[in-house]
């Protein structure tokens, strides 16, 4: 037997000593033992999400607070994106992001392109006809981000004088400001910050959509811009899912409860919603009703 053998079988002798001796059969000695993926009823779409092994996830990437790509890891964060993992984690599975814009959100779950959409979308009626919403995990309110030295201090003074407001393409809040003010001249970009940089550059006198969404925004620079006016709608968000998936909508449904009762809604809002705001908060009902608002007198 040569020298090397010898040397290698006399350490793996001294590692089964070693081995041996961190075993134990006291009783009193807990072990860990690994958390076994919950089981769903086969058929059901939990069941074929598992067996996947992931779930696909519609997000924003612009939206700060909420869903925003971070640079230095190149890696979706926020509000919705933390929710997103909850889902992931109650199925067991891993969770895949992409980037979901307003105008597509809907399409990219009729095409079955993701699984789930977490992307600050407002439950209407009209969407509902599309789409099934889960509970109300978020409710926001539209108002308008503004020039600090600019003529436009409310949506009155946006359609009184014609200003330009920019939102996003498939947006309820595109639908709004049409209503709040019908003389104002609407453009439209695929994302908000698309629309911020139309107001840095003056061709847009206002940005208009959600209010957390117009606070991310104004972080930017708060020494220019400010946000104006009265809030003029309620925006209940809920996440998307595709129609006849059997049993999702309740059990994501059930994800969001359990995060509104054992304190981690709380956790995460003053994460990425508090510092932003200023305001603490306390979980939505469940079934807000969306609110749009009045055309002017």
Request: proline fraction near 6%.
């Amino acid at each position: 037997m040569g020298r090397r053998l010898i040397k290698i079988l006399a350490v793996l002798a001294v590692l089964a000593m070693i081995m041996g001796a961190c075993q134990t059969d006291d009783p009193s000695v807990e072990t860990e033992e690994p958390e076994a993926a919950p089981s769903f009823e086969p058929g059901s779409y939990m069941a074929e999400l598992q067996e996947r092994g992931k779930i696909v996830i519609g997000v924003k990437y612009d939206v700060p607070q909420f869903g925003f790509l971070n640079p230095a890891t190149n890696q979706p964060e926020g509000f919705d994106v933390d929710l997103g993992n909850l889902v992931g984690e109650a199925l067991g599975v891993d969770v895949e992001f992409v980037e979901a814009i307003s105008a597509n959100r809907i399409p990219f779950l009729t095409e079955d392109k993701v699984d789930l959409i977490i992307s600050t979308m407002t439950i209407n009626e009209e969407r509902k006809q599309q789409i099934d919403f889960s509970i109300v995990y978020y409710v926001a309110q539209q108002r308008l981000l503004v020039r600090k030295d600019g003529n436009i201090k409310s949506v009155s003074d946006l359609n009184s004088q014609k200003g330009t407001v920019c939102s996003a393409k498939g947006s309820t809040s595109e639908k709004n400001i049409r209503i709040a003010a019908p003389d104002a001249n609407v453009v439209l970009q695929d994302g908000y910050s698309q629309c911020f940089q139309l107001l840095q550059n003056r061709q847009a006198d206002a940005v208009t959509t959600d209010d957390v969404i117009l606070v991310g925004l104004l972080k930017n620079d708060p020494d220019q811009f400010q946000i104006a006016g009265e809030p003029f709608s309620k925006e209940p968000y809920g996440m998307g899912i595709k129609k006849g998936r059997e049993g999702f909508k309740e059990f994501v449904d059930g994800v969001i409860s359990e995060a509104k009762s054992d304190g981690t809604w709380v956790v995460l809002y003053n994460k990425w919603v508090q510092p932003v705001t200023g305001e603490s908060a306390t979980p939505p009902p469940d079934d807000v009703e969306a609110e749009a608002p009045a055309p002017p007198a």
